[in-house]
């Protein structure tokens, strides 16, 4: 999940660093950070940071390590949950196949990311390798995406291994 | 407890051994013996109301390659030969037609006779009409060998986690594919793997079966029947196999950190056997020949067990399970 946290911390040095260490600490990964030092309350600076994290579980010991160093959320929002999956082609297909599947299905699905690898010919084998992972926010976007690549590989006899 | 035994290969074998190492806990434990009172092969039988000495019966198999001296062309008329409890089915499986396995099952409930089997064609063709047929003779018909081999899977849904909804069961089902696909997880060809496994009696001559995910898709369909409750047949089953697995996708994978498994998937809407990629560390991300599944239930969470999925004792184990259980079931019911 991706979360937007604001926090309050004392206006010391090494307050920033502090602040982000624990985000790491619980594996998370941290996406952007806004250190906002005109934003003073009682002598302590905001800080803005967005991060992703696996599960609650993560955030809410994320959220007692904050505590436990007196640094002070004062909000935490446009949280949500994003679903990761990755699809696999072998086949007979050139670069332009794989990025025309990619385009199409962008238009019918949101992904929040998507990474695209894939082998090139050898000398033994005409056949060829993909590898498509994609992020979205809804389970149901990864359902359609497993639909959607499962035909068109069904259409050009093309070999597809989802993940699980 | 008289018990009739069709096949006498690998596990007919084993069973065998296993029913004579375990005397004791079956007059320990319900009063009375296990006796083999009839036996056949593909070729002959024998029978004795009085029992047969098991390890005679293996050693005289081993010696002559015949489990008996006289021969037959009907089998289910050497079934009539001899009074029994109990019949262990596990000749050798036809995908087909269920071939003789199907027709002694069939047999054995229609005469009211209890069945155990591990035969995965009779089942996988015929679970339904098998099913009601033992409840119209008031027979008890197990088959727990038929999954996963010694891996307990259909007993541990049915009576462990009797209670709990299961959502989907994942598994890898067919240990020569996974020894295939580990070892080309360490760069060994598809074609080398398929060979070493050959060779060291993990895959047949004839490896269809397996590598076409065939083998893996009547365990699915009997887990669909037997713990979903659904009425399904081999048709019905989505399958790809791993013959176009290449040394590339396995390459890919791994720079991903993950492996590539035969994967079957059963649930309420779900019935498939693929490749699936798994991430390293994962409960299936399992490596050789063994077999392993991912039980998810809505109390208890995933539940995931392994084992070994074939072998003379593995698989004579789940039969001895079975019929453990139904002598259980007997003595509350005497």
Not at chain 1, 16 to 43: A, C, T
Not at chain 1, 66 to 74: G, L, Q, Y
Not at chain 2, 111 to 120: A, F, L, R, Y
Request: glycine fraction near 8%; charged fraction near 25%.
């Amino acid at each position: 999940m991706i979360v937007n946290a604001e926090l309050y911390v004392k206006d010391l040095p090494g307050q920033l660093v502090g602040s982000l260490e624990p985000i790491s600490l619980v594996d998370g990964n941290i996406m952007g950070v806004v250190h906002n030092r005109e934003q003073i309350v009682n002598h302590r600076i905001c800080i803005n940071v967005t991060f992703e994290v696996d599960d609650s579980a993560q955030l809410e010991k994320l959220k007692e390590i904050w505590k436990s160093k007196d640094m002070i959320i004062s909000r935490m929002g446009s949280v949500y949950q994003t679903y990761t999956m990755e699809y696999m082609l072998i086949g007979e297909f050139d670069a332009n196949y794989l990025e025309g599947l990619i385009n199409e299905a962008s238009e019918m699905i949101t992904m929040d990311s998507m990474d695209m690898r894939y082998s090139s010919k050898t000398t033994t084998s005409s056949k060829r390798t993909g590898m498509i992972a994609v992020k979205t926010r809804s389970e149901e976007d990864l359902d359609r995406m497993d639909r959607f690549l499962s035909e068109k590989c069904k259409q050009s006899n093309i070999t597809y291994v989802r993940g699980v | 407890m008289r018990v009739f035994i069709c096949g006498f290969g690998t596990v007919g074998q084993g069973f065998a051994e296993v029913v004579a190492r375990r005397q004791k806990y079956f007059l320990d434990k319900f009063g009375q013996n296990v006796t083999i009172v009839g036996v056949m092969d593909s070729k002959s039988y024998a029978v004795d109301p009085n029992g047969m000495d098991p390890l005679d019966l293996v050693s005289r198999k081993q010696s002559t390659r015949r489990v008996g001296d006289e021969s037959y062309t009907v089998s289910t008329e050497v079934l009539d030969k001899v009074d029994y409890d109990v019949l262990v089915e596990v000749s050798p499986t036809d995908v087909k037609t269920g071939g003789v396995g199907l027709i002694n099952i069939r047999h054995a409930l229609s005469n009211g006779k209890d069945v155990i089997t591990v035969n995965k064609g009779p089942l996988a063709l015929k679970f339904r009409e098998l099913i009601d047929l033992a409840k119209a003779n008031r027979c008890k018909f197990r088959f727990e060998g038929s999954v996963g081999g010694a891996m307990p899977i259909i007993n541990l849904c049915r009576e462990s986690l009797a209670g709990e909804d299961i959502k989907s069961i994942r598994g890898i089902f067919n240990g020569t594919c996974n020894f295939i696909l580990s070892k080309m997880d360490k760069g060994q060809p598809f074609e080398q793997a398929l060979k070493e496994a050959q060779q060291m009696g993990y895959a047949e001559t004839d490896p269809t079966n397996d590598i076409e995910g065939y083998d893996s898709a009547c365990k699915v369909v009997i887990l669909a029947n037997s713990i979903f409750g659904r009425d399904v047949t081999f048709d019905d089953v989505q399958i790809t196999g791993i013959i176009s697995i290449t040394e590339e996708a396995i390459a890919l994978a791994a720079s991903r950190n993950m492996v590539i498994r035969l994967i079957g998937e059963v649930s309420e809407t779900k019935l498939e056997v693929s490749p699936r990629l798994i991430p390293k560390g994962h409960p299936l991300s399992i490596s050789g020949t063994l077999n392993t599944a991912q039980i998810l239930t809505d109390l208890a969470g995933p539940v995931t067990v392994s084992g070994r999925g074939a072998g003379r004792l593995e698989t004579a184990s789940a039969v001895l399970s079975d019929l453990i259980a139904i002598m259980d079931e007997r003595k509350r019911e005497a």
